[in-house]
């Protein structure tokens, strides 16, 4: 079961699921993303930081977006994550594909950088 937050911070859009992202939940996420997207932000950040737990499903879903980011320009951060989080990510290959940084003040560069 997953909760999702979203706030807006200079311009930025930062997702910030609480709680397990399962093959059930991965949607919730799926959907999120979009609607950043579909508003029209090219800043995304991701605060893992509530989160326990990440399915392989819920993965498949950052990765889905990795094209559709290029095309449209729109850049997504991730950060905070814990260290089993951290280790689900590197032990795909996930850390070569996605960006990711190990807190919010450093999300915030990475975004932002042209």
Same mark, same amino acid.
């Given at each position: 079961?997953?909760?999702? /937050?979203?706030?807006? %911070?200079?311009?930025?859009? =930062?997702?910030?699921?609480? $709680?397990?992202?399962?093959?059930? &939940? +991965?949607?919730?996420?799926?959907?999120?993303?979009? /609607?950043?997207?579909? %508003?029209?932000?090219?800043? =995304?950040?991701?605060?893992? $930081?509530?989160?326990?737990?990440? &399915? +392989?499903?819920?993965?498949?879903?950052?990765?889905?977006?990795?094209?559709?980011?290029?095309?449209?320009?729109?850049?997504?951060?991730?950060?905070?994550?814990?260290?089993?989080?951290?280790?689900?990510?590197?032990?795909?290959?996930?850390?070569?594909?996605?960006?990711?940084?190990?807190?919010?003040?450093?999300?915030?560069?990475?975004?932002?950088?042209?």
């Amino acid at each position: 079961m997953v909760h999702i /937050k979203r706030l807006q %911070e200079d311009g930025i859009d =930062i997702i910030a699921p609480v $709680g397990e992202i399962d093959a059930s &939940s +991965s949607i919730e996420l799926d959907l999120t993303i979009a /609607k950043s997207v579909g %508003e029209g932000f090219a800043k =995304i950040l991701v605060d893992c $930081g509530a989160l326990e737990y990440i &399915s +392989s499903a819920g993965l498949g879903v950052f990765m889905s977006y990795i094209d559709e980011f290029k095309d449209k320009n729109v850049k997504m951060v991730l950060f905070g994550m814990s260290e089993k989080v951290a280790n689900t990510f590197e032990i795909l290959g996930l850390y070569d594909l996605l960006t990711i940084a190990p807190d919010k003040a450093e999300a915030k560069k990475k975004v932002n950088e042209v």
